[in-house]
Every structure is written in structure tokens, then in C-alpha cells.
């Protein structure tokens, strides 16, 4: 049995997004073209670059970012407590454009970042744009600045780290502490194990709003649906254990921008497989209605819908990660008029696929005789069709051919034509001739399968020891197996007729002739010129 793929669509769709996760997280993939040399010419660089130098320790750095005076320890304590505040106030979405947001009810110069609860009444987290060496940037406001004391005193009051050992509330990875690196561990844990546990229930859910099951290969697809349901479950699940536990600003940024990009792979994943889920249901629902030919649209049909689904799921895990999307579609559009050109007979053979679906000429499993050779339709395809020869070879016929070809669909007669020219040795003059005739007309008459409209038995030639008769039917026949057991019946018993009436199957007599004053070459002449033959 052939090995399935190692990297399957979803494969690279995870892949994709995973690794573009890390480029998004380096510096030369999120950084803009900044307006000055501290990246704060957006609300999102500013933030991120006071969180990052307040990590780092870098206070005159993180001095840049504060619209204050401060200097010393007393900058270093105003710079904490803020990276504090952004930490556990709940600074979610930030602004990527140069302009802000532009939030109702504020100046355009104002961008308000959250509001915290401190112990007089709310903070506002608010960024101002002013001019900095002859450019726009977003700093920290005096006004947000005057009150981070109270907002810290609160927060710091009411976090949970003053109650654990020290080892549990030292910093790692991201200003994480480790309490919470192990919160979320067993968090996730616990929403896998959650996950996995409600899998069937979820699959016995499928089955029984699926229309074909139990068909063969039903199980399968399921399976291919429960997987990243189960993930997706599994990562909304985590998801909620993350906020939970109240990350640090970079923290969360960086959770989201992995579990975005992830979500979005599983999700495409899911997608493709309820597609081809779709596809066979509606392919098994367009055979059992007598409809097969819609099968091979079908799952043409299906080859697009998932080739878009995964072109769009990539666009989108790259826009997340950062890129310019509509460049690049840009640039798709002008590729796409090229690949057009040199793509002709491409185009010309998935058209040609769908004209001969439409026209139903041949469907999948039709007999066919094309091209001198007689199979059957194994499959429809986008650029091709497959036929099985008697032979059991595979021919490959490009669909741009094939809708100019003249085909002979043998499947779609309604009845098999019996044509068979008797020889008969026998003298013409009597009755016998007569009788003969008569009882194979009777024959014919008395089966119920031959069609009585269309039924003939005529003498068409006279030689001088022989006669020749035509019997011609059409027989009502399944398939070509039923009609060669009908014709061999029928057969055997104008035999025995012929053997009742003592007449013997011959061939024409042929004349020879040697022409005088020849070297004694001869040839076949004709015979006397027959009767004509009587109308049939």
C-alpha cells in the first residue's frame, strides 16, 4: 500500500505558520520605517519599546518613551511601576497606524491604551503625539504618568505574587513568572486532556448527522473533521487558561501572535476536510438520484474550493505575521495575467473538463469507444480524463481534446442491435425458403426481449447454390454481457431451425475465370449480378 505524504496541505499550513510566528518575532520582520531612531512613530512601537527597555534595565532608553523630567531613581521607579501597570492592567490591542486609532470622544492626538483601576477612582493609559526632533512620535502622557502611582499601588496590592515563595515569582522568559509558565502548563494539560475526552462525543455527533454513514470510507473522513475540531477546541481551551493568568504585555503579545497564526492553520485544516466531507456527501446523494455524471464536477469543484481555502489561509498567516498582503496580491495579479498566456492549454483543458461535465457526454463508468480504442471512464479530472482499455491499460486523454472528439458512448444505448447476414445452402425454388423465413420471423416475434417495431428477416441476395438472409433485431439488454448471452440463445435456435428445414450455413460461391490468350493467371471475377435487395 502506498505511503501517505509526509508534508500534506495542513502540514504546511502549520508550518507555514509557525515559522512565520518566529520571523514575525525578530526584529528586522516587525520593525517599520520608523520616524526616528526609538521606532515611535506608532502607539504599538512606542509600548513595545518601553516595555522592552524597562526588561532590559535600559532606563535612559526607556526615559525616551515618557513625556517627564524624571531622572535617577526616580525615573527608574516611574519607568517600573508604568511597565508594571502595562503588565496587569489589561493593555490589550494596540494601534499599528501612524495615526492612532482615532477613538471617539478623544483629541487625534490622543491614544488611549486602557483604563486601570487605581485607589482614588480609574487610570487612564494614555499616549500623546508630539514633535520630536523634527518628527511625530506617541510617548506616554504627563497626565497618565501623574497617576501611575496609584494604579500601581493597587494592582501591586492585589497581585497574587506577594503571597508565593520567591523561587515561584522570579522572572523568566518574557517577564513570566514561574508560577505562571507552570499555571499554564497545567492549564493546557488539563484543556487537552478536556479536549480529548469530549473527541467522541463529538465524533458519534458526526455520524449521526451524517446522511451516508455508515458508508464505506465514512469513518475515515470523520476522523479527518474530529482531529482539528479537537485541536481547535483544545486551543480556545488554553486560550482561556492564558488570560487567566493575566500575562505580561510582551507575553501576551507574543501568545497571540503564535496562537493566531496557529488557530488559523486549524482552521483551514478543518475546512479541507469538511470540503471533501461535503463533496462525498453530496457525490453519494447525486449517484443514489441517478445523477452520476455530477460526481466529476463534483470533486473538481472540490479541488478549488480547497486550493482557495489554503491560498487564503496563507495570505492570512502572512498578514498576521506582518507582511504586506496587498502587495503581494498586487504582484499575484500581475503574475496571474502572465501565467494566463503561458498557461493556454491548461485553461483550454479545465474548460474542456467542464464542458464535458455539462454536456454529460460521458460520465464515470460510461463504456466509451474513442479514438479507436473502447474503456471505461475511470475518472473525470481537471485537466484530464482516465479511461481503462479492454486491454486494462490507463488512457490519458487531455479534456481540451476530448471535448472536440467525437465519442461513442456505448452505455447510454437503450437496446443492442442483432444484425447477422445468413448464407444458406440450400435450392431457392419451393416452399422451404418460404417456411424457413417464416418460422425465423416467428422466433424473433415470440421473445419478449427483442423489440417488436424494429425486427426484421428478408431474403437480400440469390447465388447459384446459395441464398443469403438478414435478420436484424434490437434487443433489450442491460450491459453487453446480457445482450452476448441473448444473441448466443438466439443464435443456437435459428440453427436448429435451419437444421429442421435441411438448410446448412455456406459461403457465397465465387466464379473463376481464365480469360483466353492469358499466361494462365486468374483472378476472381464477380458473380452474376445478384437481385436487388428488398427494402428492410
Given at each position: ?6 508534508w ?5 499550513l502549520l ?16 520593525a517599520?520605517?520608523?520616524?526616528d531612531?526609538w ?6 512601537g ?12 535600559d ?6 518613551f ?7 531613581e526616580?525615573?527608574e ?13 489589561g493593555v ?5 497606524l ?12 490622543i491614544?488611549r ?6 485607589l ?8 500623546v503625539?508630539?514633535t520630536?526632533?523634527?518628527a ?5 502622557s504627563?497626565d497618565?504618568?501623574r497617576?501611575?502611582?496609584r ?7 492585589a ?29 493546557a494539560a488539563g484543556?487537552?486532556?478536556l479536549?480529548?475526552a469530549?473527541r467522541?462525543q ?8 451524517s ?9 475515515l ?23 487567566l ?15 493566531s497564526k496557529v ?5 483551514a485544516w ?8 461535503g463533496?462525498t ?6 449517484q ?17 474550493v480547497?486550493?482557495?481555502c489554503l491560498?487564503?489561509a496563507?495570505?492570512?498567516?502572512l ?8 502587495t ?13 498566456f ?5 485553461l483550454?483543458?479545465v ?8 454536456d454529460?457526454s ?7 469507444q474513442?479514438?479507436?480504442r473502447?474503456g ?5 479530472g ?9 486491454e ?11 471535448a472536440?472528439m467525437?465519442l461513442d ?10 444484425r ?6 440450400m435450392?431457392p ?8 423465413l417464416?418460422?425465423i ?37 442491460a450491459?453487453?454481457?446480457?445482450f ?37 493467371d486468374?483472378?476472381?471475377?464477380a458473380?452474376?449480378?445478384p437481385l ?5
Amino acid at each position: 500500500m502506498r505511503k501517505p505524504p509526509i508534508w500534506t496541505p495542513r502540514r504546511w499550513l502549520l508550518g507555514l505558520s509557525l515559522v512565520s510566528t518566529a520571523v514575525a518575532q525578530t526584529p528586522a520582520a516587525t520593525a517599520e520605517i520608523a520616524p526616528d531612531r526609538w521606532n515611535r512613530g506608532t502607539p504599538r512601537g512606542t509600548v513595545a519599546g518601553f516595555v522592552s527597555a524597562v526588561d532590559r534595565a535600559d532606563f535612559p532608553r526607556a526615559a525616551q518613551f515618557l513625556e517627564t523630567a524624571a531622572v535617577g531613581e526616580a525615573l527608574e521607579e516611574l519607568a517600573t511601576h508604568l511597565a508594571f501597570v502595562i503588565d496587569h492592567g489589561g493593555v490589550k490591542r494596540v494601534s499599528d497606524l501612524p495615526e492612532g486609532s482615532r477613538q471617539e470622544g478623544l483629541p487625534p492626538n490622543i491614544e488611549r491604551l486602557a483604563t486601570v483601576t487605581g485607589l482614588d477612582g480609574p487610570v487612564q493609559l494614555e499616549l500623546v503625539r508630539v514633535t520630536r526632533d523634527g518628527a511625530a512620535v506617541w510617548i506616554f502622557s504627563a497626565d497618565t504618568l501623574r497617576d501611575v502611582p496609584r494604579a500601581y499601588e493597587y494592582l501591586s496590592a492585589a497581585s497574587i505574587n506577594r503571597k508565593l515563595p520567591a523561587f515561584l515569582i522570579r522572572s523568566m522568559w518574557l517577564s513570566v513568572p514561574l508560577w505562571k509558565y507552570l499555571a499554564l502548563l497545567a492549564g493546557a494539560a488539563g484543556a487537552f486532556s478536556l479536549a480529548r475526552a469530549l473527541r467522541p462525543q463529538v465524533r458519534s455527533a458526526l455520524q449521526r448527522w451524517s446522511p451516508d454513514y455508515p458508508a464505506p470510507g465514512t469513518d475515515l473522513q470523520i476522523d479527518r473533521i474530529v482531529t482539528p475540531l479537537t485541536l481547535l477546541l483544545w486551543l480556545i481551551l488554553t486560550v482561556g487558561v492564558a488570560v487567566l493568568s493575566d500575562l505580561p504585555y510582551r507575553a501576551r503579545q507574543t501568545w497571540y501572535s503564535i496562537v493566531s497564526k496557529v488557530a488559523v492553520a486549524i482552521f483551514a485544516w478543518l475546512l479541507l476536510a469538511a470540503v471533501a466531507r461535503g463533496a462525498t456527501i453530496y457525490s453519494r446523494h447525486a449517484q443514489r438520484t441517478g445523477r452520476p455524471h455530477v460526481t466529476a464536477l463534483i470533486r473538481t469543484a472540490q479541488r478549488i474550493v480547497q486550493a482557495l481555502c489554503l491560498f487564503f489561509a496563507i495570505l492570512f498567516v502572512l498578514k498576521l505575521a506582518g507582511f504586506d498582503v496587498s502587495t503581494m496580491l498586487a504582484g499575484l495579479g500581475v503574475g496571474a495575467l502572465a501565467v494566463t498566456f503561458g498557461a493556454q492549454k491548461l485553461l483550454e483543458n479545465v474548460f474542456g473538463g467542464v464542458s464535458v461535465v455539462l454536456d454529460q457526454s460521458i460520465r464515470v463508468g460510461d463504456e466509451c469507444q474513442i479514438a479507436g480504442r473502447q474503456g471505461r471512464v475511470m475518472d473525470i479530472g481537471i485537466r484530464s480524463t482516465r479511461f481503462r482499455t479492454d486491454e486494462r491499460t490507463v488512457l490519458t486523454v487531455p479534456n481540451g481534446q476530448l471535448a472536440g472528439m467525437i465519442l461513442d458512448n456505448l452505455t447510454m444505448r437503450d437496446m443492442f442491435l442483432f444484425r447477422h447476414n445468413l448464407g444458406i445452402g440450400m435450392e431457392p425454388g419451393g416452399g422451404r425458403l418460404e417456411e424457413l423465413l417464416a418460422a425465423i420471423a416467428r422466433l424473433l416475434a415470440s421473445d419478449p426481449q427483442v423489440d417488436s417495431f424494429r425486427r426484421r428477416v428478408r431474403l437480400t441476395r440469390l447465388e447459384a447454390q446459395s441464398v443469403e438472409i438478414l435478420v436484424s433485431a434490437y434487443l433489450r439488454a442491460a450491459d453487453m454481457n446480457e445482450f452476448l448471452s441473448m444473441q448466443e440463445a438466439l443464435l443456437l435456435k435459428i440453427v436448429r431451425i435451419l437444421d429442421a428445414h435441411g438448410a446448412v450455413l455456406s459461403a457465397p460461391v465465387r466464379n473463376i475465370a481464365i480469360a483466353e490468350g492469358s499466361s494462365g493467371d486468374t483472378g476472381d471475377t464477380a458473380s452474376p449480378p445478384p437481385l436487388p435487395r428488398s427494402g428492410t
